[in-house]
């Protein structure tokens, strides 16, 4: 399937993996990159070192395109910006804040920028400082989030760029791709489903949540700070949303999910560790590989959008 994205980034499929942190590493990116969508790497608060040696050992693994995702709070932000022009990885996608000031220098080097937007504001302020493309990701996603749902945001920020857009949020399956095209994307992103891939390095206790969710198991925590994260309900949701109803400040809640996301992924803690997932996971069954899944979802698309 060609689309403005396929052709932009040099990939197969419009598929690409959501930059999760802590769960995006080498294994899962080199996996969908090699499968024929855009792996992506996941730098989440890591350090720049450890950015390298993921970039290094996906290039073991594959010689398609990959990307690294930066968030753009990380501390290193800056040396990881320079890391990936180091490196030659061919896209960046973006997330908490504006990568601005490091648009001369990845531009310069033929990075392919791509940021993740909640909103019209943001898309078309991108599209002016010069970016690539968008992600525009809907309410129904894990992890941070905005208030917009998929089906309105993508629509609408087609309508107000020029650039491609990736649709994000509630999407698993061939249906929701079909949908997204529809609505004027040229790829979808999707995190929950990739997860529980086989390629995954997310913990088994982490991935037979995701399996058993039903359709009504996400939370979101963090609305009254105005950092709101859709993640699976358990203990540690529980706690914090009783918690932040209690009118607690922003640094008790904060030492609630220090390390939260890496018990849940590396230790399996599925009682106070944070398992981000978006609404879809209800939808998600069967833990299959990355070339299984793309496979599925093209085919069910192609069938649907024919």
């Not at 689309?3 to 959501?18: F, N």
């Not at 792996?39 to 395109?65: H, L, N």
């Not at 709101?228 to 904060?254: S, W």
Request: proline share 3%; net charge negative; charged share 20%.
């Amino acid at each position: 399937m060609k689309t403005k994205i396929t052709e932009l980034l040099g990939i197969e499929y419009p598929i690409i993996q959501g930059g999760m942190a802590w769960v995006a590493e080498y294994h899962l990116a080199a996996a969908v990159s090699e499968a024929g969508g855009l792996g992506i790497i996941g730098a989440g608060g890591a350090p720049a070192s450890f950015v390298r040696e993921q970039i290094q050992k996906t290039k073991e693994m594959t010689d398609k395109p990959f990307g690294v995702n930066v968030m753009l709070m990380n501390p290193e932000a800056d040396e990881i910006a320079k890391v990936i022009v180091e490196e030659g990885v061919q896209v960046v996608t973006t997330g908490a804040g504006n990568p601005g000031k490091y648009l001369a220098s990845w531009k310069e080097a033929g990075i392919k920028v791509i940021p993740v937007i909640a909103s019209v504001a943001l898309a078309k302020m991108m599209e002016r400082a010069g970016v690539d493309a968008v992600v525009a990701e809907g309410t129904e996603s894990g992890g941070h989030i905005g208030a917009a749902t998929t089906m309105t945001l993508v629509p609408q920020v087609v309508d107000a760029v020029n650039i491609p857009v990736i649709a994000a949020g509630g999407i698993a399956d061939g249906r929701g791709f079909a949908a997204a095209m529809m609505l004027g994307a040229d790829a979808v992103q999707m995190g929950t489903r990739f997860v529980v891939a086989t390629e995954s390095i997310v913990h088994e206790n982490y991935k037979k949540k995701i399996l058993a969710a039903k359709d009504i198991d996400s939370e979101v925590t963090g609305m009254t700070h105005g950092h709101p994260v859709r993640q699976i309900r358990n203990n540690m949701t529980r706690e914090y949303l009783k918690l932040e109803k209690a009118g607690a400040p922003f640094e008790e809640l904060e030492h609630l999910t220090l390390g939260a996301l890496r018990k849940a992924v590396v230790e399996g803690d599925t009682v106070n560790g944070t398992l981000m997932a978006g609404q879809i996971a209800g939808m998600v069954k069967k833990e299959q590989s990355c070339a299984e899944m793309i496979q599925e979802i093209m085919a069910q698309a192609e069938a649907l959008l024919k």
